[in-house]
Nanobody
Framework: QVQLVESGGGLVQPGGSLRLSCAAPTLDLDLLDIGWFRQAPGREREGVSCISGDDGDTNYAETVKGRFTISRDNAKNTVHLQMNSLRPEDTAVYYC????????????????????WGQGTQVTVSS
């Protein structure tokens, strides 16, 4: 049962930007640790960025540091992932996940496996 909804994916040229959103129609996201994960064809799902539910601590994969920013909009019950300077290797399906006991420091999919996930949104970076 999907309880998170991702949006904002699409086709963008290298160097471009996209902002992904993760919304929760029936959950309070500010109570959860939230992570953004991605999976490219033929590859395992990997952590992109995570944000803590209690202190707002954030973490980023080395490959996206300085280019991506995760943030909360508690008024809209939404978590965003701003992606700048996109590269072809960022092409993947992006998923958001929430867990009351996620792990922001590790930011790996298995730590959110008992939580809630969205169905994903496709991001394609190509000229």
């Amino acid at each position: 049962q999907v309880q998170l909804v991702e949006s904002g994916g699409g086709l963008v040229q290298p160097g471009g930007s996209l902002r992904l959103s993760c919304a929760a129609p029936t959950l309070d996201l500010d109570l959860l640790d939230i992570g953004w994960f991605r999976q490219a064809p033929g590859r395992e799902r990997e952590g992109v960025s995570c944000i803590s539910g209690d202190d707002g601590d954030t973490n980023y994969a080395e490959t996206v540091k300085g280019r991506f920013t995760i943030s909360r909009d508690n008024a809209k019950n939404t978590v965003h992932l701003q992606m700048n300077s996109l590269r072809p290797e960022d092409t993947a399906v992006y998923y958001c996940a929430g867990d009351i006991r996620g792990n922001t420091r590790r930011c790996v999919p298995t730590d959110y496996s008992r939580g809630v996930w969205g169905q994903g949104t496709q991001v394609t970076v190509s000229s």
